[in-house]
């Protein structure tokens, strides 16, 4: 099973790209398009299916990391203020991405009108020579991310042996 995308909904288009692009570095693969509620097209019944009817459509924009994973911007015509995060509740809180400039980014993230939540942290200050480390973001709309510095597996395979 490979990651194809993540799909993060968003409060307003035009920033959301700046921030993703400018702050991220992702890259545009298609910008804001425009989706509305109708019954012709595959896009359309498949929105129907998963917005339900009435969902009064939405804009997209599509963007890639630098390692072909895509990230999908939703901004529905009809939403809510920035959400406030409720860890009790179930689904999915955050998305991770890896870079080796953790300082550059997270002065981008406030640039372009996100939060650092914390702190660099080391997963082993103990142990020099396990030097992963990482450190919550927030986008401009409230969705979390994190950064890594190392790989999945680089940072947790030797933890468990």
Request: proline residues 2%.
């Amino acid at each position: 099973m490979k990651m194809n995308h993540v799909g993060i909904m968003v409060g307003e288009m035009d920033k959301a790209v700046e921030f993703y692009t400018n702050a991220l570095g992702l890259k545009i693969v298609m910008n804001n398009i425009k989706v509305v509620e109708e019954r012709e097209t595959a896009i359309g019944k498949m929105c129907i299916a998963v917005f339900g009817e009435g969902f009064k459509g939405f804009n997209i924009a599509h963007l890639v990391t630098t390692d072909g994973i895509g990230v999908e911007l939703f901004e529905m015509k009809e939403r809510q203020e920035r959400h406030v995060v409720d860890f009790s509740r179930l689904g999915i809180f955050h998305f991770c991405l890896q870079t080796d400039d953790f300082e550059g980014v997270m002065a981008k993230v406030e640039k372009f009108g996100g939060k650092v939540r914390m702190d660099i942290h080391r997963y082993h200050p103990e142990d020099d020579s396990k030097p992963a480390k990482m450190v919550y973001l927030e986008d401009p709309f409230g969705n979390l991310f994190e950064l890594y510095s190392h790989t999945y597996e680089e940072t947790y395979a030797s933890d468990y042996e």
